[in-house]
């Protein structure tokens, strides 16, 4: 990382940009969740809304159905959306570097637009039953065959896989090679016959995850995603992005509660205990530096530097954020405990996740030691 | 500045820090402190933030001081090169001839409260008088006594005398902008300090062997500092961009930031230092080595100018504008 001074952005630029998305936002006023609407339903729409206005993929080209503008104008919406309690932005920034970095000049145009406009809804197809933390054990298989392939296999915890209509596949396509040029991406249509997505109940009640079964799919040679055995870097690129609380639309999110926290400060200045108010100034500091890293490293990515290993850091702080925000949400707010079935308890419960997605705090870990750190191997992996 | 120019002061900066570097505590020496704050001085760098506009930005000076944590160095240029020319470019009234200030603080490090006694005149190296902000931004300028002791050994401090003078008198903004000034310095310099020690300590564990292997392949010691790294990484991120928002944002603003980026790293400086001292092992115990020297100085900086409670307690309030 960059030890001579960073540019964060034009501050002038970007309040312009603030300015014209706050009289949008005030013509639009985000929607309503209906009654039993599912939460990904919902968002969906919030997608279609904000695309509808200009912003989504603030940083993707405009060829590619994006504004050209710069990452820090990305994490200037974000940061509005938070301000004013609206959901986050549509969580497709990693997807969409990991096309524009290894599809096609084809496929990005074909697939970018439709993503950035919520045409197509995506999901990501890595985990299978034997390969959570070892992606490199996966099984899944598509075979050659002339100008196609077939894939069998299982995949699992797949996000909102009943709601997409594409999924960024990882399969195998060479039974003996070393794992990381035998991973072939594909862009698989859900709708595809020998396809059968069953979804799996959450810890808070919610179908996020599914498990996806693959009977004998045929896959047509223009749906594969980059050379064949361009799997593994391409997942490492997606997994990079997705670690980037930026690129995942959740700064928002835990800025909008940290200001609840902190206006309760205020409203019960005489029964609040001094613990929790410092727990609460506690979520702000986690909160401000997350904001200060994302957009430093944002900052750095602009004069260069590649997401890179670096990334973990960036999930690790992320993931010590939100579970300590939704731990003193609790606190603040007990009543969530009593009733059970709140929403803020779900959130909680699923801040839990924050550890396992996206690769584990122990993986993560493991990548810094090893890729940022240089420290010696003790084998594998 | 220009990027090129500004490497070249930070390379004056570390060739100087690598030969005047604290080999270990018996190093922390008057004379040796004198020979080394001259030749410091002879950088010139106290020019830096003297002219209106600054020579050097916000982002620039934070990271010379950075630069200066990283090594042990029982200099002063936080409270000679950097925070007392800035608070004189504030007030307005340019440096008296041949008189080289520090800044005063409360006897607990603390930023000085109301009435002004005790004092003390702290990071003095070479300085021979210290300029104390009062919480309606008077400024006033006090004589320095004999050394106080400290904990922190590579820091010079000395009692402040009673008697005093006003120098000026800061604005609100201006008032704004010295306290977000003076909580990014040395937030930045303690950054440079942990960054620093978590990478002898890294570099330790690639050596040291135990069981046949170096330590450093061992998953337990990996994740002690992939921790360290990612705190190291937090204070940094913070202190950076508080920085950066007090050069390009309104001064209410920069504080802000300026308060999160002291907070995180009064935590996180010194966590991260310990997890260098557990990989060390007992090394690091000993009055020779010079982990306990960056432990002294982080522990003590985490009560400089502002405590985490001071600073808790006001972040967890709204702000009144956004
Ligand atoms: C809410 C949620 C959404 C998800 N969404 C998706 C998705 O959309 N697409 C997708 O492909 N996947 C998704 N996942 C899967 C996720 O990526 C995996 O759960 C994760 O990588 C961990 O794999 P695992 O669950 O098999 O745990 P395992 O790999 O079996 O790990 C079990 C435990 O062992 C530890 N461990 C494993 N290996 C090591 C090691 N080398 N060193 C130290 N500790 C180790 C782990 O840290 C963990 O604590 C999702 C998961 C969750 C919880």
């Not at chain 2, 018996?26 to 402190?33: A, I, N, T």
């Not at chain 2, 006594?145 to 604005?171: K, N």
Request: net charge negative; charged share 25%.
């Amino acid at each position: 990382m960059t030890d001579t001074p960073l540019d964060f952005g034009d501050p002038a630029d970007l309040n312009r940009l603030r300015t014209e998305f706050r009289t949008w936002l005030a013509e639009h006023p985000f929607p309503e969740r209906h009654l039993d609407e599912p939460v990904p339903v919902f968002l969906h729409r919030w997608h279609r809304l904000l695309h509808s206005g200009g912003w989504v993929g603030l940083d993707v080209p405009e060829r590619y159905g994006g504004r050209g503008l710069t990452a820090l104008h990305q994490v200037a919406v974000s940061d509005e959306l938070g301000a004013c309690g609206a959901p986050g932005v549509p969580r497709i920034g990693y997807l969409a570097h990991a096309l524009l970095e290894f599809a096609s000049e084809d496929q990005r145009l074909r697939m970018l637009p439709r993503m950035l406009a919520g045409d197509e809804v995506w999901c990501q197809g890595f985990s299978e039953p034997g390969a959570g933390s070892d992606l490199a054990g996966m099984s899944t298989f598509a075979e050659r065959r002339d100008d196609h392939y077939v894939v069998r296999g299982q995949k699992l915890w797949t996000s909102y896989a009943q709601y997409s209509d594409l999924c960024l596949l990882l399969a195998r396509t060479d039974r003996e090679g070393s794992p990381h040029r035998s991973i072939t991406a594909f862009a698989l249509p859900l709708d595809r016959a020998g396809v059968t997505v069953r979804p799996l109940r959450a810890a808070n009640g919610d179908d996020e995850f599914c498990e996806l079964f693959l009977d004998d799919v045929r896959l047509e040679e223009s749906e594969r995603v980059g050379s064949e055995g361009d799997g593994w870097p391409l997942a490492m690129t997606t997994v990079s992005y997705e670690r980037n609380a930026l690129d995942t639309g959740h700064l928002s999110k835990y800025g909008l509660l940290v200001e609840r926290l902190r206006s309760t400060v205020r409203e019960r200045a005489d029964t609040l205990p001094d613990g929790l108010r410092s727990e609460i100034g506690q979520c702000q500091v986690d909160y401000e530096v997350l904001v200060a890293h994302a957009r430093r490293r944002t900052a750095e990515r602009l004069s260069g530097q590649p997401a890179g290993p670096e990334s973990s850091v960036d999930k690790l702080l992320m993931t010590r954020a939100e579970q300590r925000l939704y731990e003193t949400a609790l606190k603040v707010f007990p009543e969530q405990l009593a009733e059970d079935g709140g929403e803020l308890f779900g959130e909680y419960l699923y801040s839990r996740a924050a550890s396992v997605y996206g690769g584990t705090s122990q993986i993560q870990r493991n990548l810094i030691a090893k890729r940022v750190l240089h420290l010696p191997s003790s084998g594998r992996p | 500045m220009e990027t090129e120019e500004f490497v070249l002061v930070r390379d004056l900066l570390r060739s100087f820090a690598t030969r005047f570097r604290v080999g270990s505590a018996d190093d922390v020496k008057p004379s040796l402190g004198a020979a080394a704050q001259e030749a410091l001085g002879e950088l010139g760098l106290a020019e830096l933030r003297r002219s209106t506009p600054p020579a050097a930005t916000v982002q620039e000076c934070a990271l010379l001081a950075e630069e200066h944590g990283s090594l042990p160095l029982a200099t002063s240029l936080l409270g000679t090169a950097l925070l007392a020319p800035e608070l004189l470019r504030l007030v307005g009234v340019p440096a008296a001839p041949g008189r080289t200030p520090t800044i005063a603080l409360a006897r607990d490090l603390r930023f000085p409260a109301a009435s002004p006694s005790p004092l003390v005149a702290w990071d003095s190296e070479g300085a021979d008088e210290a300029l104390c902000v009062l919480p309606d931004g008077t400024v006033t300028a006090v004589g320095l006594g004999p050394a106080a002791p400290s904990v922190d050994l590579l820091r010079t401090i000395r009692t402040a005398l009673p008697s005093q003078h006003v120098v000026g008198r800061l604005d609100p903004a201006g008032h704004l902008r010295w306290q977000a000034y003076a909580l990014i310095v040395v937030a930045s310099e303690l950054v440079g300090a942990a960054r620093s020690f978590v990478a002898q300590s890294v570099g330790y564990a690639r050596e040291r062997a135990q069981y046949g292997r170096p330590v450093g392949s061992f998953q337990a010691v990996q994740h002690l500092l992939a921790d360290a790294t990612v705190l190291v990484e937090a204070c940094t991120s913070a202190s950076r961009y508080a920085a950066w928002s007090l050069d390009h944002e309104s001064p209410q603003r920069a504080l802000a930031a300026a308060r999160v980026a002291k907070a995180e790293v009064n935590r996180s400086a010194v966590e991260a230092v310990y997890a260098g001292m557990q990989v060390f092992g007992g090394i690091a115990q000993t009055w020779e080595h010079i982990a306990h020297l960056y432990l002294r100085k982080v522990r003590v900086g985490a009560t400089v100018l502002a405590t985490t409670a001071d600073l808790l307690t006001v972040l967890a309030e709204p702000e009144a504008t956004r």
